[in-house]
């Protein structure tokens, strides 16, 4: 039989692991978005042939999905990106992923010489211009996404020194940008800014079809209110284990339109999505920012209800 | 059984450097320390130290990537030395000169750290503190130290003030590196896969094994994983070491001590509160 004391303790955690609702604030960028989002008509989605990878016949007038498949080996492209490096031994390509490769490592040894802001603004100008080349007539594709810095700290010094500038661009198709690492292109730079590493990660992308049944993208706003009525707990990080912190408070800070991949039916597809991002206030008074997907093919989607679904597609 | 490995590492290494212009490690033996039961290892509920989900299947993850003759394509002789889980990731496996670990390769860690090494569990079975603790014995076999785990190369002021060199010094005695993290990591949304990148990159794509580290980190952890950043790390014997390619790491120890620490930093990663 458990003491008082224990039940009493029962009681208390009980209550205290009974998270309430997410309170959910939306930032003027997000406002704006989901208004967007209201006044579109379905028509109006996507300019499939703003950058087209579809036949004007192939189109739709629903966001279309796309099938990944890995770009196969082409030797007169490889042929072209020996003549930008260094160490033409260096460059490679992974079939699995039809990814190009270049790694220079004796380059990567040499700390990055210029590292104050002019120098750095240069050098993401740099890294613009390299992926115009890298890329030719597909660079309009890419948008930057990120970069990467590398340091490093030797015995007996007290200040890390810049080792290498890595820049990431993502790949947008048809006006929604593919938010994970499906495609990209990153291009390093180390020592006096010289190139000394590529990835470019660009694959097929085969146009599976129309989304057959569309969520109506006006439901942007109910489905982000819904995410945050149910969002009760957010998984901490490593450090923390399986521990589920209460979320207190959801910003949205930005929505937009992007893809996702997802492996149905042992293909790798990529599925349209209304994506925020947000701020997760948490009640340990920490915050971390994370993203919020939203797909909009509704045979991808559960606990639909039937108003918030666009007539099938003819 | 080490003494049949030293002359037979030797015979077999003779014959690949005839055959190849550089070296590639003759022998590829591994073990792999997984840990997700804290609570069975003596950690309470104040300890902060919570069970974790994916260590074994991140374990499981590093075996299958060696044995994958496509992402690894390991031509050496392979051989899968210690799984040790839970209850049997003990302190006294890696203790000192002698220690169980010390008779592989390669050792992969999964599990809970903190900027003194891997938390393997909460009572004296299980603390460990590389200062003290470890001594890598390249030497011996253990060249590569990778851990999946949190925080053991934090900056001295997460670490009572102790530099990333005082602390982890000691513990290198002819290993080539130890890789971990510098702020908190994270788990992948698919375990096996960090693992294979990371094989497939340093094997088949001749990145360094610093690079294949952060990159295999990067990719599957921070771009797949919707985290607010990462910053995989690198400590070495010295720069050659921290930077070796496949193709260019041999069996040889490397000179004790370690003079050499890089990482990456991508998006915005999270430390622990500060003492």
Redesign the interface.
Known sequence: MKSPVVLALSAILFVSTMAIAAELERTENTNAYIGRCKSMAVERVVDIRQKALLEPAQTSLRPVTFEVVAAPFDNAYITRLSRMVDNVN?I?F?A?RGMY?Y?N?DA??ERLVDTDDLALTKLRTKADQLVGELLGAEAPRFVFA??????????GQSVPAV??K?YRYTREVNGRHIV??TAFIRVSFSGKSVLS?F?IVNPVLKPVGAVNRLVKLSAADSRLADYALNKRTARR???????LVDVVRIKATYGTDTYLSRSIGGRKLILPNQSFYAEFMLDNGES????IHLCVDADQTPNLSDDMIENIAR | MNLNRCLTSMVLWSSISASIAMATPPYMWYATHSVENYVGNGCGVLSGYHNLANSHEEADGFNTAIVNPVRSNLIVGRMFRYNRRDADATRARWLGDQAEINYVDFLFYSGHGTGFGPTLGCNATYTTDCRTDFRFRGIGYLKWVQASACLWFEAPQYANGVSEFSRWNASFAGVHTVQGHRAVSYEGSNPAAMSEEFWNRWVNLGESIYSAWRNAQISCVYENGAHPGLQPATMGANGTFATETYASAGDAAAPYGATWLGWATVGTPEYPPLP
């Open positions: 260096k490679g992974d699995a490769h790694e490592v990567q040894r990120n970069t990467e810095t590398d340091y490093v700290l030797e015995k080792s290498r890595t994970d690492n590493g990835e990080n490593k450090d923390e284990g399986d521990e971390i920012n994370d993203w």
